[in-house]
């Protein structure tokens, strides 16, 4: 186990994983864009504009996902000390900004035909908007910290606390937007979704998913290379590759 | 054990004292409080049903802000002389520590602002029913702030552009006190039942009770590393 926790032999392993993921995440979204938008059927009551929600939903799964995902990574650095879930935690955190940034701006898109502004105190858009907040504020710790060890502890311990706080947040939204906005409108407007649409909305998850491995390992490897420019084995490796 | 009870007295008595003799430290946020939420008619115009309806967010609003002005004094001062390094090193829990400077800090920042919001209050046209749950309501949610804010602080300490970067961390974090304190309030207004804002209030107080001064422990050892 510690031989894959090791950032040399991480590196060449990331190396040689990232074209096969890359492979699947470039199949998965072709089959999932052409299900979803050639295939599907135009919604009874949104029409062709619902198609947004094939990106738009799975970007905001991932936006969450990532956070628990950089949270957890994060446990792991602060408990036992491991140097590549610091690098992993780091290198996720642009990359689920990016994603919450998605779910907004698809949001709004969205909002505009269908609720005819760009933007609505909508709970789950709210929520999304304040953990985009909270991505900003973890990148701006880190970058403001100069020693990497220590911008990841830190980092680590802003990452748990806002973990614990995600949920409150989104649920001091929810009741706050109830209270607002007694008739509100329900995103997802039909409570069960049609088979022809669930499918390519789950294939869109598992590309998005796998996406975010790929981006994450391109990333780490650049992060390695930068945190390891002093040692032996990044010297040879660059004079061998010329 | 008689001892740590007596740190936590001395520590305590020390963060007062020494607060009270820079007192412009103290006044400053207070007054900040006041001008933010005195500006609001001056831009909104002084029609007293508009103040009314939003009232309660700018009085909150406002009391989120003065907490995060003043929370570079919590660690910051201790930090730059050397005092902060001795209390990591004592024998007895940082955690326990740092929770007696937020209830020091809580004490000459968010007890202040609590006692000068009637005023405020009045000045906005709030109804008096809502007055006192404004007391009570800033009562519960300023320890809060002053709890997560610490470990904003910590994690920030001796960084370059603390300042901003605090207000970056801590203020999302802010947004349920917020919007249970200000619903609450807003409710009088509207005669709606507000026994659930209490009791979340309250819950949110128990729960930063309980994970913001271990969390600001944690996150002072890593920025005195």
């Known amino acids: 186990m510690h031989k894959y926790a090791s950032p040399k032999f991480f590196y060449s392993l990331a190396g040689r994983m990232t074209p096969w993921l890359g492979g699947v995440t470039a199949l998965l979204l072709l089959s999932g864009l052409y299900l979803g938008l050639f295939v599907a059927p135009p919604d009874y009551q949104q029409g062709e504009s619902y198609r947004i929600m094939f990106i738009h939903v799975p970007a905001a799964w991932m936006s969450m996902f990532v956070y628990m995902l950089m949270a957890g990574s994060g446990a792991v650095a602060l408990v036992w000390n491991i140097k590549l879930a610091e690098i992993f935690a780091s290198c996720s955190a642009p990359i689920g900004a990016s994603f919450t940034f998605l779910a907004l701006v698809t949001g709004s898109l969205w909002g505009k035909p269908m609720w005819g502004t760009w933007w609505v105190w909508d709970a789950r858009l709210t929520s999304e908007l304040i953990l985009f907040f909270l991505y900003i504020g973890y990148m701006a710790l880190e970058a403001s910290i100069d020693d990497p060890r220590r911008a990841a502890r830190a980092s680590a311990i802003l990452a748990l606390v806002g973990v614990v706080n995600i949920p409150v947040i989104h649920f001091s939204v929810q009741w706050w937007n109830t209270l607002h906005q007694p008739a509100s409108v329900s995103k997802m407007g039909v409570p069960t979704i049609a088979t022809s649409m669930l499918i390519p909305l789950l294939l869109m998850a598992l590309a998005f998913t796998v996406y975010f491995f790929v981006a994450v390992l391109i990333r780490m490897r650049n992060d390695i290379l930068e945190r390891e420019r002093h040692t032996g084995w990044v010297a040879q490796m660059l004079e061998s590759k010329p | ?225």
């Open chain 2, 1 to 225: 054990m008689p001892n740590l009870i007596k740190a936590i007295v001395c520590l305590f008595r020390r963060d007062l004292t020494v607060a009270l003799r820079r007192s412009t430290d103290i006044l400053t946020p207070l007054v900040f409080f006041t001008i933010v939420v005195s500006l609001f008619p001056l831009g909104l115009g002084p029609e007293p049903s508009v103040l009314r309806t939003i009232a309660p967010g700018v009085i909150w609003v406002a009391a989120l802000l003065a907490t995060m002005l003043s929370l570079n004094r919590l660690f910051a001062n201790d930090y730059a002389d050397g005092t902060l390094e001795q209390m990591a090193l004592a024998p007895y829990p940082l955690t326990v520590l740092v929770l007696v400077k937020i209830a020091s800090h809580w004490a000459l920042t968010g007890l202040p602002l609590v006692l000068i919001s009637p005023l405020l209050a009045l000045q906005m046209h709030l109804p008096e029913s809502a007055i006192s749950t404004l007391i009570f309501t800033l009562l519960l949610g300023t320890p809060v702030l002053s709890l997560l804010g610490a470990v904003g602080a910590a994690l920030t300490l001796g960084l370059r552009g603390g300042g901003v970067l605090v207000s970056l961390l801590v203020l999302p974090l802010y947004t349920p006190v917020l919007i249970f304190g200000a619903g609450a309030v807003a409710g009088v207004v509207a005669d709606i039942d507000i026994q659930a804002h209490y009791s979340l209030l309250g819950a949110f107080l128990v729960l930063a009770l309980t994970f913001a001064p271990w969390a600001a422990a944690a996150a002072l050892r890593v920025s005195l590393d």
